[in-house]
């Protein structure tokens, strides 16, 4: 049977399962195929924080969303074109996402009584009316698995396992999906056990036979290659970016890299993935606790090392008091805050923006810490190079800002020249003549020297207490305390000499409203602006990479507007410092639902907005 | 019996990797220009005066020394010693000491804390910093209260303690810094006092010489909030017959003439007249036993009057240390691996857009 193949220029696809149904690698796993295929995408991971919630419920439901297109894109995509249900809990918990029309994939073998009286369906929906403003393909995909899996010699509860497998290989089959990546990545990942890896081969290669014979799918998809720069890409996600950038950075100025770090979601896979590279001599070390991460950082930074801690926003609240100390060394070390739900534990595996006022003023005293945000998973490659460069520098801690969503997400990455990363110096201190003064500041950055242990003539004596001017020695005189407070801001407020000028993205050239941003909403606002300019109304679009200091024209661009408009995912953290520096009547639109902005509900908010706007 | 006979071998293996220096040191050298500003009379005037006569012994290069210290009296240490020095927060020098060792296997590295900031605040760091064994010598001067915040009682304070914040008595019962150290898998314990130079000089001296994380507990005077804490063990009267020096691989008989010795009795040990029992029940110490027991049975022998405190090294073991596990396990995959950051970045699926195709 000859099978009509249908164009399309882009797809979102959700993948809802089980937390135990492997959606998460399958998802994934898609991704990669559709990353080497060329197409751009956008990646939304979203799943629970326990580990194995109870099986068939509501709370245990774990999805993967990707939006791939053959045109570039910049947001993992609003509302699912296609939803893989792999049971009823996944179809209730996701079908409120389902416009009406689009396509559902649903297990039909896992539609018992017990698993529908579980989430509250009082009758089976694949047999009454509920789905029919939905074109529902039942697939019977656990007993297909098995009935595949039957020489394998896997019981049968082992081979029901491969169903994500199953499943994979009819979308991929429906998408035109090449297979090589998923094939080999199937024999790697089980090389120690070949009947699985024989089992999940044989699975995805009967959900992909499965999808070419039969007649309920009478339609496959093609999605060409987006047209991108020049280059050569990979998929990557954010945490995996920024270890790279971490890794580039401690080759750039040859300094070993040191991380001190406490297990935290999201945090963690930084972690797992810098222990990985000690043949870069990355040095890695699992503290007792979150204090003790950084503390650890501090007294490698101390020694001469590139230093490191990552944690989340309840794990940033412990390490204040060792950031304070690390102001008051004025040592160069990076704090990763890869920010979830708060407050207190909140929503681990959930994304939000709410921790810039922590990381703006969490300390005693007068503390101020540089910030940088990351923009996209592949940007906290770039990010974290410019997180080191300001700590090299300026010889201060620095926080790098980056969140849940684009921890994991992922999108094609264009891998960078290496001979064109920015160049990165320590310049540790060197004995002279003179007596060695640990608090002489460099004229121009008012960076001190970093005087290393192992160097004669430049024992030195260093600590929390208010240190004199130049001498580093204990002091409590007022003059000198108010002079050193002075110091610390004037040397984090110089670092904006180093910004370059900012890049507002306005085609009209006309634009009398300003969309500003940080972070990880950069794709959808990027989106939104698109849309409302296609709509007629021209806006500017101005991303943030800098957060303290502000680079030095912000405040003249901002001025310069009729209107700033400032969507965050928190209760409007980045406008209230903005208010109180330029005295702009930043416009907020706030969400603080544990999920990434919507294109489309943010079109809608900047639209109305605009409404009320001369343009 | 002299206090100063406490001997261990000292080959310096743990001082292995870090520099020496070409010129013969004097305590002086240690000396930093700094007024020394604690209170007149205090113990850690002592132990400050042992630690620059003895570590000119080592011959190590100063610059590769460093001290660090967390928040208390005796935590102002480092501002008095001409290495390198960092005086950080209440509680975190071991972790803080941790990250530098671990990094830095040329230096030597030590720890100046106290009973408050090692075993209140800080007890979290410190059992993990013994149990992870990085290339440490941990001072704890014990002084049995809180002296810089000016005289509440801590967790080395005897229970019922009238202070400032315990008017009716403290409730809580002390922690046993020995114990506690021993608890925590520390390869290396030793206990010493203020008040004799000779001793203290000993069990720094095999301090200095384990690899690995060593804890020296001092008992230290406090004059001002705690004054003659330790009398009972420095009192001519009463030291012969409290005081109980360790000497490894010798019986433990102590008081004039060895009048008192410590043997078993149903499984515990205590102390009896040495003349009342036969010379082999005596217990012989053995502080290189891998199993703890005996150091633990010791470390509990004294009451909360501090009668028959046993001082010396406790336990001394060999246990690989973390940071020349992760010195190996870096120079292994160095060796092994490959560091190509292109390769890295690259990963293992890439696709190319041509020039040709662009935009
Ligand atoms: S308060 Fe006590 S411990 Fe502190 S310096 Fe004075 S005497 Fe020494």
Redesign the pocket.
């Given at each position: 049977m000859a099978k009509q193949v249908q164009q399309l220029d882009r797809v979102v696809i959700r993948f809802a399962g089980d937390s135990g149904d492997g959606m998460q690698l399958a998802g994934d796993q898609f991704t990669s195929e559709t990353a080497v295929f060329g197409n751009d995408l956008s990646t939304l991971p979203n799943f629970p924080a326990e580990i194995r919630a109870p099986a068939g419920t509501l709370p245990g439901v774990s999805s993967f969303q990707l939006h791939f297109a053959d045109h570039e894109i910049t947001t993992p995509g609003d509302a699912p074109d296609v939803l893989v249900a792999m049971n009823p809990a996944a179809l209730k918990a996701n079908l409120p996402d389902l416009p009406a029309g689009r396509d559902i994939i649903v297990n039909s073998d896992e539609f018992s009584a017990r698993n529908l009286a579980k989430v509250g369906y009082a009758s089976n929906p694949l047999d009454n009316d509920a789905l029919d403003s939905w074109r529902v393909h039942k697939v019977a995909l656990t007993s297909m698995t098995i009935e595949a899996l039957k020489d394998t010699g896997l019981g049968k509860k082992e081979a029901a396992r491969a169903k994500n497998m199953f499943a994979l290989g009819l979308l991929s089959w429906m998408y035109h999906r090449p297979t090589d990546g998923t094939l080999r990545f199937l024999e790697k990942k089980f090389a120690k056990l070949p009947q699985v890896a024989a089992a999940n081969v044989a699975a995805f290669r009967a959900g992909w036979n499965y999808g070419e014979t039969t007649e309920s799918f009478g339609v496959s998809y093609e999605i060409k290659p987006a047209v991108m720069k020049p280059g050569v890409y990979r998929n990557i996600s954010g945490n995996l970016a920024l270890s790279y950038g971490l890794i580039a950075a401690s080759r750039r100025s040859g300094l070993p890299l040191f991380l001190g770090a406490y297990p935290i979601t999201p945090a963690s896979d930084i972690l797992h993935e810098l222990s990985k590279h000690k043949a870069f001599g990355v040095r890695t070390f699992q503290a007792e606790d979150e204090i003790a991460g950084i503390g650890a950082a501090l007294g490698a930074a101390f020694g001469g090392a590139l230093a490191v801690t990552t944690t989340s926003g309840p794990g940033l609240a412990l390490k204040s008091e060792t950031i304070g100390l690390a102001v008051s060394l004025e040592l160069p070390l990076v704090i990763c805050d890869i920010q979830r739900g708060g407050p207190s534990t909140g929503l681990p595996t959930k994304t939000e923006q709410t921790d810039l006022l922590q990381a703006m003023f969490g300390r005693n005293g007068e503390a101020p810490v540089p910030i940088v945000a990351a923009q996209s998973p592949g940007d906290c490659f770039d990010a974290a190079i410019e997180a080191v460069r300001i700590a090299l520098t300026y010889r201060t801690p620095v926080f790098l800002l980056s969140d849940g969503y684009l921890a994991n997400g992922s999108e094609p990455w264009s891998i960078p020249d290496l001979d064109r990363l920015p160049q990165l110096t320590a310049d540790f201190a060197v004995a002279t003549d003179e007596p060695f003064l640990p608090y002489e500041r460099d004229p121009e950055t008012l960076a001190r020297p970093w005087a290393v242990p192992g160097t004669a003539g430049l024992e030195h004596r260093i600590g929390g207490l208010e240190k004199a001017d130049k001498t580093g020695e204990i002091s409590y005189d007022p003059a000198n305390h108010a002079l050193m407070v002075g110091l610390r801001q004037s040397k984090v407020d110089r670092i904006a000499q180093s910004i370059p000028p900012l890049q507002v993205d306005d085609p009209s050239g006309v634009a009398r409203v300003v969309v500003l941003g940080w972070g990880s909403t950069h794709g959808v606002i990027d989106a939104a602006c698109h849309r409302v300019r296609r709509r007629g109304i021209p806006v500017a679009q101005l991303h943030l990479r800098h957060l303290n200091p502000f680079p030095a024209d912000l405040g003249g661009l901002l001025r310069s507007y009729d209107r700033v408009v400032l969507p965050e995912l928190n209760l409007g953290q980045l406008a209230l410092l903005l208010r109180a520096r330029y005295l702009v009547d930043v416009i907020g639109i706030n969400q603080v639902s544990g999920m990434p902005f919507r294109a489309a509900d943010l079109e809608d908010s900047l639209w109305d907005i605009l409404q009320g706007v001369d343009t | 019996m002299s206090l100063d006979s406490v001997s261990l071998d000292v080959d310096l293996r743990a001082l292995a990797g870090v520099p020496k220096t070409e010129v013969a040191q004097k305590a002086k050298d240690f000396k930093t220009d700094q007024e020394v500003?604690?209170?007149p009379?205090?113990?850690?005037y002592v132990i400050l005066a042992a630690v620059q006569g003895f570590l000119p012994e080592l011959g190590l290069r100063r610059e590769n020394i460093v001290f660090v210290s967390g928040i208390?009296?005796?935590s102002?240490f480092p501002y008095y010693m001409n290495t390198f020095g960092l005086h950080s927060i209440h509680g975190r020098a071991p972790a803080i000491a941790s990250g530098l060792a671990a990094s830095r296997p040329d230096l030597s590295v030590w720890v100046v804390t106290?009973d408050g900031d090692a075993l209140s605040i800080g007890g979290n760091h410190l059992i993990h910093a013994l149990r992870r064994n990085v290339n440490l010598t941990i001072l704890l001067?014990n002084?049995r209260?809180y002296?810089?915040t000016?005289?509440q009682y801590s967790p080395t304070s005897e229970i019922g303690k009238i202070t400032k914040s315990t008017p009716m008595g403290s409730l809580d019962f002390p922690f046993n810094p020995v114990s506690v150290a021993l608890g925590a898998e520390a390869t290396f314990v030793a206990r010493t006092i203020d008040s004799d130079r000779a001793h203290l000089t000993s069990v720094l001296r095999a301090a200095a010489a384990h690899e690995g994380t060593a804890l020296v507990e001092i008992y230290?005077?406090?004059?001002?909030?705690?004054d003659g804490a330790f009398d009972s063990l420095k009192d001519p009267e009463t030291r012969g017959q409290w005081l109980i020096p360790l000497e490894h691989d010798a019986p433990i008989r102590f008081g004039a003439d060895g009048s008192l010795c410590v043997v078993r009795r149903d499984g515990d040990l205590c102390v009896v007249r040495t003349d009342s029992v036969d010379a082999a029940e005596v217990v012989v110490h053995d502080a290189e036993a891998d199993n703890p027991s005996l150091a633990f049975a010791l470390s509990r022998l004294p009451g909360q009057d501090l009668r028959y405190t046993p001082v010396g090294v406790f336990r001394s073991v060999r246990r690989p240390t973390y940071d020349r596990l992760m010195a190996d396990q870096i120079a292994q995959a160095e060796l092994t691996g490959d560091a190509d950051l292109g390769a890295l970045l690259r990963g293992q699926d890439t696709w190319t857009v041509p020039a040709t195709a662009s935009a």
């Open positions: - | 500003r604690w209170c009379g205090c113990g850690d208390g009296c005796s102002r106290g001067f002084n209260i002296g810089l000016k005289g230290q005077n406090c004059n001002i909030f705690n």
